[in-house]
T-cell receptor
Framework: DSGVTQTPKHLITATGQRVTLRCSPR?????VYWYQQSLDQGLQFLIQ???????AKGNILERFSAQQFPDLHSELNLSSLELGDSALYFC?????????????FGPGTRLTVL | GQQVMQIPQYQHVQEGEDFTTYCNSS?????IQWYKQRPGGHPVFLIQ?????EVKKQKRLTFQFGEAKKNSSLHITATQTTDVGTYFC????????FGAGTQVVVTP
């Protein structure tokens, strides 16, 4: 158990819909990362937050947005969903968001778009 | 853009054999991390290498950082079924970037 929690574990929805994925970082960690992992694919970095502020952006679509709240939990919003958005979405947290930090991954949310 | 390349993409290993997976970058890295993801699981941190030529061992796993800090390797000796999973390297130029991973299948 990494100490990072993600809800829900599974999400099934239809094309065109909007969903919100939630992540709570490890106690004491200030930085949160979001990754997308499609079937048999690597980890595609989406976005990073540090103490409520966006720190780095990866290959995140305009239809996707995220935020980190004052209590440090984070939400990833996916809208106008397409079949290709079906994937495993991981949240990770680290202490201060430095590149030398260990990233602790949550169990992931499996999104299926029908 | 900058990226880390991992080879091979897939590795089928007989139980008891050794194998090595490689991670390469076109530019010098400040550090490199290795993670393991078991089937159905999430990535778990294994180790971080920072110094040029650094070698670290964890039981049957040996991690090495190249002298030029542009490549790294993970060598597993006497592979066991518990070694099944995908091994990711993550290199940093100030921002950590994950490679595509090496998926390891172990045949008993």
């Amino acid at each position: 158990d990494s100490g990072v929690t993600q809800t829900p574990k599974h999400l099934i929805t239809a094309t065109g819909q909007r969903v919100t994925l939630r992540c709570s970082p490890r106690s004491g960690d200030l930085s949160v990362y979001w990754y997308q992992q499609s079937l048999d694919q690597g980890l595609q970095f989406l976005i990073q937050y540090y103490n409520g502020e966006e720190r780095a952006k990866g290959n995140i679509l305009e239809r996707f947005s995220a935020q980190q709240f004052p209590d440090l939990h984070s939400e990833l919003n996916l809208s106008s969903l397409e079949l290709g958005d079906s994937a495993l979405y991981f949240c990770a947290s680290s202490v201060v968001g430095a590149d030398t930090d260990t990233q602790y991954f949550g169990p992931g949310t499996r999104l299926t778009v029908l | 853009g900058q990226q880390v390349m991992q080879i091979p993409q897939y590795q089928h290993v007989q139980e008891g054999e050794d194998f090595t997976t490689y991670c390469n970058s076109s530019t010098t890295l400040s550090n490199i991390q290795w993670y393991k993801q078991r089937p159905g699981g999430h990535p778990v941190f294994l180790i971080q290498l920072v110094k040029s030529g650094e070698v670290k061992k964890q039981k049957r796993l040996t991690f090495q950082f190249g002298e030029a800090k542009k490549n790294s390797s993970l060598h597993i000796t006497a592979t066991q079924t518990t070694d099944v999973g995908t091994y990711f390297c993550a290199g940093s130029w100030g921002k950590l970037q994950f490679g595509a991973g090496t998926q390891v299948v172990v045949t008993p």
